[in-house]
T-cell receptor
Framework: GAVVSQHPSWVICKSGTSVKIECRSL??????MFWYRQFPKQSLMLMAT?????????EQGVEKDKFLINHASLTLSTLTVTSAHPEDSSFYIC???????????FGQGTRLTVV | QQQVKQSPQSLIVQKGGISIINCAYE??????FPWYQQFPGKGPALLIA?????SEKKEGRFTISFNKSAKQFSLHIMDSQPGDSATYFC???????????FGAGTILRVKS
């Protein structure tokens, strides 16, 4: 089956710094990737849709200048949390559509803790 | 606005029993209804999915029942095992590819 890999699995950063999270489709090309955010004991909330070669589409209420998304190739999308604050601490998960767009494959998630 | 409503919030089932989780949706443009299983600290993994052209789909111990007129679908886990203890999410997507809308989740605990 298709594999989506996120890196890092967990990261701790100081308040005010920026953190980059990578999402890679390992054995397929993904023109579209999605970034989700999940708080403890809550559901996944879509943050943005990442399209290869074009600007990401952000969901209402998500600050595009704070959560920078780059989808420079068909196998890699990155999410950069800029000027991180403790309230940005969360579990960030990406997913990628397979070639036919019939199924979304999820990464293992990245636990971000801002101290 | 929550487009997919999931219940119950939590569920305790005896080993060997049937676990049933229900979801209801509002958007009639949805045409793909997957169920995901998530263990703590991990990303969600697809369990089983259904499209509106069928009313039921079974894969091993997992069955989805789908009622298009009622805009409801449910997950049945037969012969539930302690290893099934996890959080289960229903989801739906429609015309925007695999842009998924998730239910609130159900924490399942299977007692041995």
């Amino acid at each position: 089956g298709a594999v989506v890999s996120q890196h890092p699995s967990w990261v701790i950063c100081k308040s005010g710094t920026s953190v980059k999270i990578e999402c890679r489709s390992l054995d397929f090309q993904a023109t579209t990737m999605f970034w989700y955010r999940q708080f403890p004991k809550q559901s996944l909330m879509l943050m943005a849709t990442s399209n290869e070669g074009s600007k990401a589409t952000y969901e209402q209420g998500v600050e595009k200048d704070k959560f920078l998304i780059n989808h420079a190739s068909l196998t890699l999308s990155t999410l950069t949390v800029t000027s991180a604050h403790p309230e940005d601490s969360s579990f960030y998960i990406c997913s990628a559509d397979d070639t036919g767009g019939t199924e979304a494959f999820f990464g293992q998630g990245t636990r971000l803790t801002v101290v | 606005q929550q487009q997919v409503k999931q219940s119950p919030q939590s569920l305790i089932v005896q080993k060997g029993g049937i676990s049933i989780i229900n979801c209801a949706y509002e958007n009639t443009a949805f045409d793909y209804f997957p169920w995901y299983q998530q263990f703590p600290g991990k990303g969600p993994a697809l369990l089983i999915a259904i499209r509106p052209d069928v009313s039921e789909k079974k894969e091993g111990r997992f069955t989805i029942s789908f009622n298009k007129s009622a805009k409801q679908f449910s997950l049945h886990i037969m012969d539930s095992q302690p290893g099934d203890s996890a959080t289960y999410f229903c989801a739906a997507s429609g015309t925007e590819g695999n842009k998924l809308v998730f239910g609130a989740g159900t924490i399942l605990r299977v007692k041995s």
